[in-house]
C-alpha cells in the first residue's frame, strides 16, 4: 500500500458512516480516577498493528478501535495504562490532553463535536456548528475551534469559535486572504497555528502558508508555492514541511531571514517522508512500516533524522518512522515508529539536557524492530524424497535470505538468496506465519548437490537482511540430518505437520491438520477436512505410517475382523486418500494393535498386536502396498492382557529402535524400549494418572528436535502435547494444554 493509500485508509479507519437520524450528541466520556500527573517511568503497551494514534496528550494518548463491531475512540493513560473508551469514530488533536470527537464520517463532516479535556477532572464541551453554517478545521483550546465558515453569497471566511457558558460565540480571522479554499491547520503552539490553504493564480492554483495569532484573530500569509506542503510544522524559529507531490524533498524556512533549505533525497514520488520541527531542529525519515508494504520494496531509506537548522548536526533518532509527527506538549513531538534499542511503538522527541533531540517509547507493542530468528522448523531426520520444504522462521516476513546448504562428507553446497514477500504474487519461498523455506526438489533443479541427494549431515546458515532497510542484517546456522525414502509415522498430507484421524458419534472420519507452534510450545490446528461417512463400520482405525514409503497411510478393522489398508499420498499440500485394499480376516482375535515405527531398523514401518491371550504378535513391514506386512511372528507370551491401550511412538527413549509404550488397568504408563529386532527390554514405569486420557497417539516429531512426541486426548475435548526428550529415564516433558479438537464435537475415536 502506497504512504497516500495509507493514508486515506487511515482516514477511512476512523470513519462510520451514519444513516439519516442517527446524528445525537453523544454522553460525555466516562470519569476518570482522580489523580493522575505526566507519564508512567515504563512504557504502557500500544496495540501490536500500525494503527496512528489520533491525539496525544500530556496524560495519555487516542486510538481508534473497534468494540462489539462499533467504530469507537479509545483513551490510553501513561501513568497506568487504563483505557476509557469514547462513544465517537473520529477524533482530531490539540497537542494537549484535550481532544476534539465527532460523530461525522471525518472530523471536518462532523457538525455536532466535542471537546473533550481528558486530563483528570477534565469536563466536556459541546458544539453543534449547523446554526453558523461551519464545518470543523481545527481544535485550538479546551472551548474554542478553528471553523470554516460559508456565507449566504458562497464565499468563505475562517472564524474562531467559542463556547461561551454553552453559547457559541464566533469572529472572524483577518487576514486570509478572500477566496482561499481547503483551509488546513497545524496543532496550536504557543498561541500561533500555521495555516495551509489553495488560492486561484489566474486559471493555476497554488498553495499559501499563513500564521495565525489567536489572541489577536489575525492571519499573516508568509509563504506561496507551487505544490502541496505536506506535513507543514513551525518553531518560534522555522518552519518545516514536504514537497507531497515530489515525496521526497524536505524543506525549512528561516521565519526571521526568509532563508530557504530543501534536502532532495531523491526517492520515488510515491514513497514520502515523516517531517516535523522541534525548535531549531528539522525532523525527517521515510515512511514506512516495520513489516515494509509487503510487495519486497528495498527503495532506499531514511531514519528518522534530526537535523539542526544552525549547525548541520544531524542524529537519528529511530530506525523507521510512519504516519505523521504531531505535536505535543511541553515542547514535545510524538512518532509512532520504532528502534532497534527500545523497541516498536509510540515515541516522544523532545529536546534533551545537552540540547539535543533524544527519543523516549512511552507505548510499546512488544515487537522486536531487529530482525529475530525464531528457529528451524525441519523434521529430523530430513526425507529428502519428500516434499516437505526447509523452513525457518523469522519475526517479519520482509527480509532477502542469503542461503546456503552444505553436505558435511562431501563439501558439496548449495546457495541461493530467496527474496521474500507476501503481495498476491507470492514467493515460492514465502510460507505463512513469517515462514520461508525450500523443497528439495527445488534445490535439486538448480544444483547437483540436490541432483545426488546425498543422505548425512548437512550444514546450512544463512543471512537475512530487512528489505526495507530497517536494523541489521541477521545471521543464523544450524545442522540436519538427511535420510531417503523413508516413511512418515503420522503425516498423511506429507507436509510436515502431523495428522489426526478423528471420528464423531455419527461415523464421520475426519483429518485434523496439526502443526508445532514454537511460541505456545504446543500442538495447535490448521484446519479439519471431512474424509467421509460410514466409519462407524470399523471397530479400530490406525494410523501406520507410510507402508511403502512416503506419507503415513492407515488399516482399519471392520467388525467381522477384516484389516483393510488405505494407502494415502501425499503432495505437501494435500492427502489423497485411495480405495480400501483388504490385508486379511481374523484380526477380530486382536484386543490391541498399533503401528507406524520401524522396530527392526529396516526403514520400514512395523505393525504390533496383543491377542485375548495376552500374547504380543510383530507384524514386519515389507514396503510393499499389496502385501503390507510379512506373516506374524510372537514377540510376548501372556501377560499383555493386562494393557487397555498400546502406541508406538518411534524412538522416544534413546536406545536402538522404536519403542512401545503401554497403559495398564491401573492408568499407569509402561515404556518399552525397542531393541531394533522387533523385540523389546523389559518395561520401565513412566508414570501414573494415564487412565484419565481416551487415546494416546505417537504422532511423531511434531516439534522438529529430533525425538518424537506424543498427543493425548480426552476427557471433555481436551488434549495435551507431551514433547519427548530421548531419555528413557523420563522420556516425556511436562504436558502443555493444546487446542487441537477442543473446539469440535467430542470424537469416539483418535489416531
Request: no cysteine; proline share 5%.
Amino acid at each position: 500500500m502506497s504512504r497516500r493509500t495509507a493514508s486515506a485508509a487511515i482516514t477511512t479507519v476512523l470513519a462510520v458512516t451514519l444513516g439519516a437520524g442517527t446524528l445525537s450528541v453523544p454522553a460525555a466520556a466516562a470519569p476518570l480516577p482522580a489523580a493522575e500527573t505526566g507519564t508512567a517511568t515504563a512504557p504502557v503497551a500500544y496495540p501490536a498493528s500500525n494503527e496512528l494514534p489520533v491525539a496525544v496528550g500530556k496524560t495519555g494518548f487516542l486510538l481508534p478501535a473497534r468494540v462489539d463491531g462499533k467504530q469507537v475512540l479509545q483513551w490510553t493513560r501513561f501513568s497506568d495504562g487504563s483505557v476509557t473508551t469514547i462513544d465517537a469514530p473520529v477524533g482530531d488533536s490539540t497537542g494537549t490532553d484535550v481532544i476534539m470527537t465527532g460523530r461525522g464520517t471525518s472530523p471536518a463532516r462532523s457538525l455536532i463535536l466535542q471537546l473533550r479535556d481528558m486530563s483528570p477532572g477534565g469536563g466536556t464541551v459541546t458544539m453543534d456548528l449547523r446554526p453558523l453554517n461551519a464545518t470543523y478545521v481545527k481544535a485550538v483550546s479546551k472551548d474554542t475551534i478553528l471553523a470554516q465558515v460559508t456565507k449566504t453569497d458562497g464565499t468563505v471566511e475562517l472564524h474562531l469559535v467559542t463556547n461561551t457558558g454553552g453559547t457559541l460565540t464566533h469572529r472572524k480571522a483577518e487576514g486570509v486572504p478572500a477566496g482561499a479554499q481547503s483551509i488546513s491547520s497545524t496543532t496550536a503552539r504557543d498561541g500561533s497555528v500555521l495555516l495551509s490553504y489553495t488560492l486561484r493564480d489566474g486559471t493555476s492554483w497554488e498553495r499559501e502558508l499563513a500564521m495565525v495569532d489567536l489572541a489577536a484573530a489575525k492571519a499573516v500569509p508568509i509563504h506561496r508555492l507551487a505544490y502541496y506542503p505536506g506535513q507543514p510544522a513551525f518553531s518560534a524559529t522555522h518552519l518545516a514541511w514536504e514537497d507531497y507531490m515530489a515525496g521526497s524533498k524536505v524543506y525549512a524556512r528561516d521565519r526571521t531571514t526568509g532563508a530557504e533549505t530543501v534536502i532532495d533525497f531523491g526517492l520515488d514520488e510515491d514513497q514520502g517522508m515523516v517531517v516535523g520541527l522541534l525548535d531549531s531542529w528539522q525532523l525527517y525519515g521515510t515512511w514506512g512500516t516495520l513489516a515494509g508494504n509487503g510487495t519486497g520494496d528495498s527503495r532506499p531509506h531514511v531514519p528518522f533524522t534530526a537535523k539542526s537548522l544552525a549547525s548541520g548536526q544531524t542524529l537519528k533518532l529511530l530506525d523507521y518512522a510512519y504516519g505523521h509527527a504531531q505535536p505535543g506538549p511541553d515542547n514535545s513531538v510524538f512518532v509512532r515508529g520504532g528502534s532497534v534499542e527500545q523497541g516498536d511503538g509510540l515515541f516522544r522527541i523532545s529536546i534533551g539536557a545537552d540540547g539535543t533531540p533524544v527519543a523516549e517509547a512511552v507505548a510499546v507493542t512488544g515487537l522486536p524492530v531487529a530482525l529475530g530468528y525464531l528457529g528451524a522448523q525441519i523434521p529430523q531426520p530430513f526425507d529428502v524424497a519428500s516434499p516437505i520444504p526447509l523452513k525457518w522462521k523469522l519475526s517479519r516476513e520482509n527480509a532477502d535470505v542469503d542461503l546456503r546448504i552444505t553436505h558435511r562428507a562431501t563439501g558439496k553446497s548449495f546457495s541461493k538468496t530467496l527474496n521474500l514477500y507476501s503481495e498476491s504474487a507470492g514467493s515460492p519461498y514465502y510460507y505463512h506465519d513469517d515462514t520461508f523455506g525450500i523443497t528439495w526438489a527445488q534445490i535439486a533443479a538448480e544444483s547437483q548437490m540436490g541432483k545426488d541427494a546425498a543422505v548425512g549431515t548437512y550444514d546450512w546458515s544463512f543471512t537475512a537482511r530487512p528489505q526495507n532497510g530497517v536494523g541489521p542484517d541477521l545471521k543464523a546456522s544450524g545442522s540436519f540430518t538427511a535420510v531417503k525414502n523413508t516413511s512418515s509415522p503420522h503425516d498423511l498430507d506429507w507436509d510436515g505437520g502431523p495428522d489426526l484421524l478423528v471420528r464423531d458419534t455419527a461415523g464421520v472420519l475426519w483429518r485434523a491438520d496439526t502443526e508445532y507452534d514454537p511460541a505456545q510450545k504446543t500442538l495447535v490446528q490448521n484446519w479439519t477436512d471431512q474424509i467421509g461417512p460410514g466409519w462407524q463400520i470399523y471397530d479400530r482405525i490406525e494410523t501406520v505410517g507410510g507402508v511403502g514409503g512416503g506419507a503415513a497411510d492407515f488399516v482399519a478393522r471392520d467388525k467381522s475382523g477384516v484389516l483393510w489398508l488405505y494407502d494415502v499420498t501425499g503432495n505437501g499440500y494435500a492427502a489423497k486418500i485411495s480405495a480400501r485394499k483388504q490385508i486379511g480376516g481374523g484380526w477380530n482375535t486382536y484386543t490391541q494393535l498399533t503401528g507406524g515405527s520401524d522396530l527392526d531398523g529396516d526403514g520400514r514401518p512395523d505393525l504390533v498386536a496383543v491377542d485375548k491371550a495376552g500374547a504380543l504378535w510383530f507384524y514386519k513391514g515389507t514396503g510393499n502396498v499389496a502385501a503390507p506386512f510379512a506373516a506374524r511372528k510372537k514377540i510376548g507370551t501372556g501377560g499383555w492382557g493386562i494393557y487397555n491401550q498400546i502406541t508406538l511412538t518411534g524412538d522416544i527413549g534413546g536406545a536402538a529402535g522404536g519403542d512401545l509404550i503401554a497403559r495398564d488397568k491401573d492408568g499407569v504408563l509402561w515404556l518399552y524400549l525397542g531393541k531394533s529386532d522387533g523385540t523389546f527390554t523389559a518395561r520401565k514405569q513412566v508414570g501414573g494418572g494415564w487412565g484419565a486420557y481416551m487415546d494416546t497417539i505417537g504422532i511423531g516429531d511434531a516439534n522438529h528436535d529430533g525425538r518424537p512426541d506424543l498427543l493425548a486426548y480426552g476427557p471433555n475435548k481436551t488434549a495435551y502435547f507431551y514433547a519427548g526428550t530421548g531419555d528413557y529415564r523420563k522420556p516425556f516433558t511436562t504436558r502443555t494444554a493444546s487446542p487441537v479438537l477442543t473446539d469440535r464435537p467430542a470424537y469416539n475415536h483418535v489416531s
